[in-house]
């Protein structure tokens, strides 16, 4: 169900634990299957959770508590807003409105090409750089003026 390369990142994740405690590295595992994947179907959160011995279930409520994991599919580009009250006083709601209008669409929604997700997301951890989204829960940009995301977005376009 995954790659054999995916299947050695997680044993090295699997390797950082004592072997009675292979289920602590459900999150890292599910991160990387979902990066093969682009999202997270139930069946893969099954092979994660019985490849490393843990209940399906269990792994199934890790995925579904953090928002970093989509449950359903998303575009090629999840851009995650941060809107919590840091970013939202330094202008993440105002980002998050010029996203949704320049894509046309709403939090939760994909575009019709499949190409952009958009995500409100919980702190980044990131407040002193704001307002700032997620791509990809891979890459953090900060200090999201229009024209950086008129920019990013232009950049994301042609990927």
């Not at 092979?47 to 090629?76: H, Q, T, W």
């Given at each position: 169900m995954l790659s054999q390369e995916s299947l050695q990142q997680i044993d090295r994740e699997i390797?950082?634990?004592?072997?009675?405690?292979?289920?602590?590295?459900?999150?890292?595992?599910?991160?990387?299957?979902?990066?093969?994947?682009?999202?997270?179907?139930?069946?893969?959160?099954?092979?994660?959770?019985?490849?490393?011995?843990?209940?399906?279930?269990?792994?199934?409520?890790?995925?579904?508590?953090?928002?970093?994991?989509?449950?359903?599919?998303?575009?090629?580009?999840?851009?995650?807003?941060?809107?919590n009250l840091p970013c939202a006083l330094s202008g993440g709601v105002h980002a998050a409105d010029y996203l949704k209008l320049k894509l046309g669409i709403d939090f939760n929604e994909t575009t019709a090409d499949g190409k952009f997700t958009l995500k409100e997301g919980e702190c980044m951890g990131a407040c002193g750089d704001a307002p700032v989204l997620l791509h990809n829960n891979h890459t953090m940009c900060s200090w999201m003026t229009t024209e950086k995301i008129d920019q990013m977005l232009a950049d994301l376009e042609d990927k």
């Open positions: 390797a950082k634990y004592p072997s009675d405690q292979r289920q602590s590295a459900v999150m890292a595992a599910l991160r990387i299957a979902q990066v093969e994947k682009g999202w997270l179907p139930k069946e893969v959160i099954g092979f994660v959770a019985d490849y490393i011995g843990m209940p399906p279930i269990a792994a199934y409520e890790v995925a579904s508590f953090y928002n970093m994991y989509d449950l359903k599919p998303v575009g090629r580009h999840k851009i995650t807003v941060c809107t």
